[in-house]
């Protein structure tokens, strides 16, 4: 065989071998896929998804079926970092979210879950988006207000009427030194020689001095006496100013009381709360007295509507939405719990929701989100 016969088959084995390592490449490419070109990207079961979600005011509200507040938008967030689409179905009440995942018309609950046991039997939960937990509240028109009669009786009031007094004996005492009539056939605009005479002459003209009444029935006529008169004046708008003040404090600072601040104040109360809830739980276990309603708003409504005295609500809720209806939290919350997003159990979801939920709360954007919306609102 001729050596350019050999050369050219050599080139042709070459070429052979080359073709078949490119086409080795290529398709160990497109049999690994895009998870391994992007190593750490979470894997998805699917590109899309549904949703469960009820109106839960600031968390969750219902827009003409757009989904708004700080939980749906931190949803939006993470299933837009995922890169799937979803679609929301509606349900009436919170006790409906957990029946929508268990019978397979959602894949994920919206809606701030507590994972407790009894639910973590039959569900799976994502990491915590929030930390919060139950508050007591209670209506406004159950607070008693500090009547003016009360703000007088009040230390603070009673101390500076008694320096006013005393401050009135003593002065009413000089002036009478100073002024007093040693003559008995003296002018009556004078101050009484007599001692209980004299001194009640002079705490009389101290008084209608003081409070700038001035009958002028009695008058110092000494330069002292009348120098003594002047410091009086002054010394009058102070004391009102002062007595004015403890009045007001006093007034502010007890405009409300609340008629519990724990549920061993409740006395046998009804107290309110969303149906299906964990505070529900808590609270029936505890040995409370409660009424259960299918929203946050209908507890308010009725708190307002005087069905109910006492409610039981997450602190978002209470500050942003029981104020317009009345309502005034109390306390802290009962006790804390961490509040997540519901699952099937063994969901394909709850890894790459985690891994997302994870860099979320790592950046800071689900406390912005919160923020902005408490802000807004």
């Known amino acids: 065989m001729s050596r350019r016969l050999r050369s050219a088959r050599l080139l042709h084995r070459a070429l052979q071998a080359s073709w078949g390592a490119a086409l080795l490449v290529v398709l160990g490419s497109a049999l690994a896929g895009p998870s391994a070109a992007q190593e750490g990207d979470p894997i998805l079961p699917s590109d899309e998804l549904t949703v469960v979600m009820t109106e839960l005011e600031p968390f969750v509200i219902d ?6 507040g700080f939980y749906a938008e931190v949803w939006a967030e993470v299933a837009g970092e995922l890169r799937v ?35 973590e039997a039959e569900f799976d939960f994502t990491s915590a988006v929030i930390t919060s937990g139950p508050q007591l509240g209670y209506s406004e028109r159950l607070a008693s207000r500090t009547t003016l009669f009360r703000a007088l009786v009040d230390t603070r009031v009673l101390q500076v009427l008694l320096y006013a007094m005393l401050g009135v004996v003593l002065i009413g005492h000089v002036i009478w030194l100073v002024e007093r009539n040693e003559d008995e056939d003296g002018p009556d605009d004078h101050f009484q020689s007599g001692y209980l005479a004299g001194v009640w002459d002079g705490i ?36 009102v100013g002062a007595f004015v003040s403890q009045i007001t404090t006093v007034l502010t600072e007890s405009s409300a009381t609340a008629p519990f601040t724990d549920l061993d104040d409740l006395d046998g109360r009804p107290v309110g709360v969303v149906e299906g809830t964990s505070f529900e739980a808590f609270l029936q276990g505890a040995g409370v007295d409660t009424v259960g309603f299918d929203s ?20 978002f809720a209470m500050s942003e939405v029981g104020a317009d209806y009345g309502v005034v939290g109390v306390g802290d919350v009962l006790y804390q719990e961490f509040e997540t997003f519901g699952l099937a159990q063994d969901s394909p979801w709850r890894e790459p929701i985690n891994m997302v939920l994870a860099d979320l709360q790592a950046s800071g954007e689900v406390e912005e989100i919160v923020n902005r919306h408490l802000a807004i609102n």
């Open 63 to 68: 827009d003409d079926g757009e989904a708004d």
């Open 85 to 119: 689409d979803y679609d929301i179905i509606w349900v009436d009440s919170f006790g409906e979210l957990l029946e929508a995942v268990a019978d397979g018309r959602a894949d994920v609950a919206v809606a701030p879950l507590a994972p407790t046991a009894e639910r």
């Open 204 to 239: 009389w003209w101290t008084m209608v001095t003081a409070t700038t009444v001035g009958y002028g029935d009695r008058t110092p006529k000494s330069p002292v006496g009348r120098g003594i008169a002047l410091v009086v004046m002054l010394l009058s708008l102070v004391l």
């Open 296 to 315: 946050q708003v209908a507890v308010f409504e009725a708190a307002a509507s005087e069905q109910i005295d006492a409610v039981v609500a997450n602190p």
